[in-house]
T-cell receptor
Framework: GAGVSQTPSNKVTEKGKYVELRCDPI?????LYWYRQSLGQGPEFLIY????????DSGLPNDRFFAVRPEGSVSTLKIQRTERGDSAVYLC?????????????????FGPGTRLTVL | QKEVEQDPGPLSVPEGAIVSLNCTYS??????FMWYRQYSRKGPELLMY????GNKEDGRFTAQVDKSSKYISLFIRDSQPSDSATYLC???????????FGSGTRLQVQP
């Protein structure tokens, strides 16, 4: 597809359950980001992948959160033992790493998000 | 105190008005300044970005950065009802690719 896609669009789960959220980035984008957006707030950074490796995971709130990108394309955000406070929209973004002129490409392209509700 | 502060609004203006949206920030390492537009239940969409201080214009949109005051602005000329959305400022430094967002300003353009 032309843009970043995320599945599912909505996920309702019960407290204590495990969930997986999937992100399919724009083809050719080597950088992938996960953000979390609570109601009335801006997105908050969770983790950044460069290729297959997590280059910056400083935004992950605790060890219940984990993300993988095994083949350098699709990424999965995994949340264990979900809590009601995890309810939010989880956004994925992708970008080029190098645009031919600069090693820093600030433009990140966002997907529509997965709305997670923990009951 | 948050690194990036943004008035949440809502800001209501008549069609055709000039809109001014603003953010202040505290981290002097920020070098890249972006404005995103977010419609309800959609992901943020990049409108413009600027590097360091100065102005940048794109159609009806003008972005201004004043690093000495740690203050950025987005101006929308001839506002349209389709501009009704939440506008998010975002910032980054070259040492870290993560974006730091403001909380967003909700704009309503009345026909």
């Amino acid at each position: 597809g032309a843009g970043v896609s995320q599945t599912p669009s909505n996920k309702v789960t019960e407290k204590g359950k495990y969930v997986e959220l999937r992100c399919d980035p724009i083809s050719g984008h080597t950088a992938l980001y996960w953000y979390r957006q609570s109601l009335g707030q801006g997105p908050e950074f969770l983790i950044y992948f460069q290729g297959t490796g997590a280059a910056d995971d400083s935004g992950l709130p605790n060890d219940r959160f984990f993300a993988v990108r095994p083949e350098g394309s699709v990424s999965t955000l995994k949340i264990q033992r979900t809590e009601r406070g995890d309810s939010a929209v989880y956004l994925c973004a992708s970008s080029l790493t190098f645009d031919g002129r600069t090693l820093f490409v600030p433009q990140q392209f966002f997907g529509p998000g997965t709305r997670l509700t923990v009951l | 105190q948050k690194e990036v502060e943004q008035d949440p609004g809502p800001l209501s203006v008549p069609e055709g008005a000039i809109v001014s949206l603003n953010c202040t920030y505290s981290n002097s390492a920020f070098q890249y300044f972006m404005w995103y537009r977010q419609y309800s239940r959609k992901g943020p969409e990049l409108l413009m970005y600027t590097y360091s201080s100065g102005n940048k214009e794109d159609g009806r949109f003008t972005a201004q950065v004043d690093k000495s005051s740690k203050y950025i602005s987005l101006f929308i000329r001839d506002s349209q009802p389709s501009d009704s959305a939440t506008y998010l400022c975002a910032m980054a430094d070259t040492g870290r690719r993560a974006l730091t967002f403001g909380s967003g300003t909700r704009l309503q353009v009345q026909p």
